[in-house]
């Protein structure tokens, strides 16, 4: 069936009249539109990928291309996609990014949490609602294969929180290694020389390397406009180690949603966009035009991905500037752009807190914070773990709290939610079984580099991704130690705070999130980074486990 808006909006008219709201209005959490079904093959094969113009004979790749095919659905629609495993040696999953999975658990692709890797040759069939909309990507959860090629763009189309006459296809932007992700996974394992290294930026799977070209297309690709149109653009990080800026030289555009929360429209010239995280903007093609920013001569203008400052994977004197894209005007002109982008802050941190207000409000059960429970306050930091199967000084692993995760791929942890009462030390479960209430977390990166009783911590941000849900962002801030300061305490926003499901946590600094315990299962909680990720900074969150063992 083609993908239309049509059943959608003739949903969403009726609902209105019925309940007197707007469709952007709309719970989203509660109610969704009669969807149809939208099935998809996905086919995970091997293949030699060239992004840059180097080839890559470790490439792993969704139906023989990078990024994989686009996947539409219309908010309420069901997904069925069937995902065939052709790789030579590994198993695989698929995991869909920011999907909440209410009530479909088993469906989030998770190797060793909620299913077993699909062995080679086999298939696994995926089947969940889209009950949100916006955008998202898709990519393997095993270790590290998406960093490899295994990634695609998904978008589930709905309302919008602003105007706009033409929709762009979704921007993919990542970070590139012409190596296998394994091998420079060793490299951060063993500290050689302190992190991997990444080499060159791709968007849409395209870049430059040395003076060379990706086979997949141009140098820097062109995006035609007309003066006066609004374009919603969809821009999507799914790197591996790098935190990107987003913007078009004399424009700018208007911030309609983060993840798949639609917020108040705000308006920048550029925007930060974290491993993981989404924003749909929408850009109206209608140049500046002053003295600061003349007007092009020739009507093009770079878009540019710069790599942040101290949340990026390359090596420092040796890291491409930045990729770039071209928006041409019509009458489409061949000529290369001649402006330049404003002086853009280049810090490694969020979009700023205070913009990213939800359409839909929540409102948060105050606590305060000095009476947390302290036992779900995590820091992050790199541990040598003395027992169990990954024992011993030859590799660092990081982690939350007390040791890195370790999971049983051929004992997910969904099958273990019958009988299991007391978890394995490795298994770094957080239970949670308030079916009403909210789940606080507290957590902090080391302002310094310094060595504790059983970790090392490094200073370094982290952009923390939760499955299954998505969370109030109650306080973010760069200070670490004024989460136990009485005489500098934290603000906390209980009246409608931003929420998403990727957020920051800036070097030295700290977040305090809250989500709704109302999914039940097994979802994970990790930092996005795949090194650290792959290298165990992840929790298990159990939700409701009576009710996943009640079938509910």
């Given at each position: 069936m083609a993908i239309g808006f049509d059943q959608v909006v003739k949903w969403l008219v009726t609902y209105s009249k019925l309940g007197g709201?707007?469709?952007?209005?709309?719970?989203?959490?509660?109610?969704?539109?009669p969807g149809v079904l939208r099935e998809y093959w996905l086919v995970v094969d091997n293949k030699t990928t060239n992004g840059d113009g180097i080839d890559n004979p470790y490439g792993k790749v969704f139906n023989q291309t990078y990024p994989g095919p686009w996947i539409k659905a219309c908010w309420g629609d069901l997904i069925r996609v069937h995902v065939t495993n052709k790789l030579r040696y590994n198993g695989t999953t698929v995991h869909w990014h920011g999907i909440r999975q209410n009530g479909t658990m088993e469906m989030?692709?998770?190797?060793?949490?909620?299913?077993?890797?699909?062995?080679?040759?086999?298939?696994?069939?995926?089947?969940?609602?889209?009950?949100?909309?916006?955008?998202?990507?898709?990519?393997?959860?095993?270790?590290?294969?998406?960093?490899?090629?295994?990634?695609?763009?998904?978008?589930?189309f709905g309302p919008s929180s602003g105007h706009y006459d033409e929709a762009k296809d979704p921007i993919l932007i990542t970070d590139w290694n012409h190596r296998s992700a394994f091998q420079e996974w060793e490299r951060e394992l063993r500290g050689i020389p302190t992190r991997p290294e990444m080499n060159s930026i791709l968007?849409?799977?395209?870049?430059?390397?040395?003076?060379?070209?990706?086979?997949?297309?141009?140098?820097?690709?062109?995006?035609?406009?007309?003066?006066?149109?609004?374009?919603?653009?969809?821009?999507?990080?799914?790197?591996?180690?790098?935190?990107?800026?987003?913007?078009?030289?004399?424009?700018?555009?208007?911030?309609?949603?983060?993840?798949?929360?639609?917020?108040y429209p705000y308006t920048v010239d550029h925007i930060l966009v974290?491993?993981?995280?989404?924003?749909?903007?929408?850009?109206?093609?209608?140049?500046?035009?002053?003295?600061?920013?003349?007007?092009?001569?020739?009507?093009?203008?770079?878009?540019?991905?710069?790599?942040?400052?101290?949340?990026?994977?390359?090596?420092?004197?040796?890291?491409?500037?930045?990729?770039?894209?071209?928006l041409r005007y019509e009458p489409v002109s061949t000529e290369v752009p001649q402006t330049w982008r404003d002086n853009w802050t280049k810090d490694c941190t969020d979009e700023k807190y205070e913009n990213?207000?939800?359409?839909?409000?929540?409102?948060?059960?105050?606590?305060?914070?000095?009476?947390?429970?302290?036992?779900?306050?995590?820091?992050?930091?790199?541990?040598?773990?003395?027992?169990?199967?990954?024992?011993?000084?030859?590799?660092?692993?990081?982690?939350?709290?007390?040791?890195?995760?370790?999971?049983?791929?051929?004992?997910?942890?969904?099958?273990?939610l019958?009988?299991?009462?007391?978890?394995?030390?490795?298994?770094?479960?957080?239970?949670?079984?308030?079916?009403?209430?909210?789940?606080?977390?507290?957590i902090t990166a080391p302002s310094l580099d310094r060595i504790g009783t059983n970790k090392t911590f490094k200073s370094l941000a982290h952009p923390l991704h939760l499955h299954g849900h998505d969370f109030a962002l109650l306080s973010q801030g760069t200070n670490s130690s004024q989460i136990n300061d009485p005489n500098n305490p934290v603000t906390l926003k209980f009246d409608n705070p931003p929420r998403r499901d990727v957020a920051l946590i800036?070097?030295?600094?700290?977040?305090?999130?809250?989500?709704?315990?109302?999914?039940?299962?097994?979802?994970?909680?990790?930092?996005?980074?795949?090194?650290?990720?792959?290298?165990?900074?992840?929790?298990?969150?159990?939700?409701?486990?009576?009710?996943?063992?009640?079938?509910s």
């Open positions: 709201k707007r469709p952007i209005d709309t719970d989203y959490e509660t109610m969704y539109p989030d692709g998770v190797n060793g949490v909620t299913q077993c890797p699909i062995a080679p040759n086999d298939t696994f069939t995926c089947e969940f609602r889209a009950l949100q909309y916006g955008s998202s990507w898709y990519h393997s959860h095993y270790s590290l294969q998406y960093a490899d090629g295994l990634a695609g763009p998904i978008t589930i968007m849409n799977g395209v870049g430059n390397f040395a003076g060379k070209t990706g086979s997949e297309g141009l140098l820097c690709d062109a995006y035609s406009t007309n003066r006066a149109k609004k374009y919603l653009l969809r821009i999507i990080n799914t790197s591996v180690d790098t935190t990107f800026l987003f913007g078009i030289d004399n424009h700018y555009f208007e911030v309609m949603s983060s993840d798949f929360v639609p917020i974290g491993i993981g995280q989404r924003y749909h903007v929408v850009l109206h093609a209608k140049p500046r035009n002053d003295t600061k920013f003349p007007a092009s001569d020739n009507g093009n203008y770079w878009i540019r991905t710069v790599a942040a400052d101290g949340c990026k994977g390359f090596e420092d004197g040796n890291e491409p500037d930045e990729r770039q894209g071209i990213l207000q939800p359409m839909l409000p929540w409102s948060i059960p105050p606590v305060k914070l000095d009476e947390r429970d302290r036992s779900k306050d995590l820091e992050l930091g790199i541990e040598k773990v003395k027992d169990g199967p990954h024992a011993g000084d030859k590799f660092s692993w990081w982690a939350f709290g007390e040791r890195p995760l370790w999971l049983d791929f051929s004992k997910p942890t969904i099958t273990l019958e009988e299991t009462k007391e978890w394995p030390d490795d298994y770094v479960i957080v239970p949670a079984e308030n079916r009403d209430g909210r789940v606080y977390l507290v800036p070097a030295g600094g700290y977040l305090i999130v809250a989500f709704k315990a109302d999914n039940p299962g097994s979802w994970l909680f990790h930092c996005h980074i795949a090194w650290h990720a792959s290298s165990g900074t992840i929790l298990t969150a159990l939700r409701r486990v009576t009710d996943v063992r009640a079938g």
